[in-house]
């Protein structure tokens, strides 16, 4: 099977832009993860998503969403970009996610960076 | 609320020798624990997990930990260390909120192995 993949890899912006991630999750996984990765906070929880649904969200502002499609594919947009909003962006994604620990597979991530 | 703490945020050890990478939990409940390992440019990977059961739990790569809740930790070790440890490596604990369990991580060990 695949992995997880995320596209694209690496991508500079400029503060005000806004931006828009995309993840594909291993085959028949149908809840997908969104991490953000800084050397200042380490690795913290974006949103997750199980049948195009949020299911849970992080502590966040409103400029970081997200959306699941039919075929389990995600993506996460970031509005009014920030030099702070400087990141690797991780998904993962699990079998189901629901009530039980289900691994969870990582993609590389995307490293944005902003200017 | 759940958190993990790594103590140490780089160990360095020769090839060869033991390691220990140091991890410790808060959690009002009984806690979900999990070691990732993480190589330049790439996502997460995890080692193992702890969920009930016996509390030695063998992952990959010739990695084990030990779950002592009198001491709430979750120490990572492995007899011999190689050159293709050298890596980022996170503790997570787990908390049930909306349907699933959502990983909390800690800040991160460094390992670097010297020849």
């Known amino acids: 099977k695949a992995g997880v993949t995320q596209t694209p890899r690496y991508l500079i912006k400029t503060r005000g832009q806004q931006v828009t991630l995309s993840c594909s999750p291993i085959s028949g996984h149908r809840s997908v993860s969104w991490y953000q990765q800084t050397p200042g906070q380490g690795l913290q929880f974006l949103f997750e998503y199980f049948s195009e649904t949020q299911r849970n969200k992080g502590n966040f502002p409103g400029r970081f969403s997200g959306r699941q499609f039919s075929n389990s594919r995600s993506e996460m947009n970031v509005s009014t970009l920030e030099l702070g909003d400087s990141a690797l962006y991780l998904c993962?994604?699990?079998?189901?996610?629901?009530?039980?620990?289900?691994?969870?597979?990582f993609g590389p991530g995307t490293r944005l960076t902003v200017l | 609320a759940q958190s993990v703490t790594q103590l140490g945020s780089h160990v360095s050890v020769s090839e060869g020798a033991l390691v220990l990478l140091r991890c410790n939990y808060s959690s009002s409940v009984p806690p979900y624990l999990f070691w990732y390992v993480q190589y330049p440019n790439q996502g997460l990977q995890l080692l193992l997990k702890y969920t009930t059961g016996a509390t030695l739990v063998k992952g990959i790569n010739g990695f084990e930990a030990e779950f002592k809740k009198s001491e709430t930790s979750f120490h990572l070790t492995k007899p011999s260390a190689h050159m293709s440890d050298a890596a980022e490596y996170f503790c997570a604990v787990s908390r049930f909120s909306g349907g699933s369990y959502i990983p909390t991580f800690g800040r991160g060990t460094s390992l670097i192995v010297h020849p």
């Open positions: 993962a994604s699990s079998l189901e996610g629901e009530g039980r620990t289900d691994t969870q597979y």
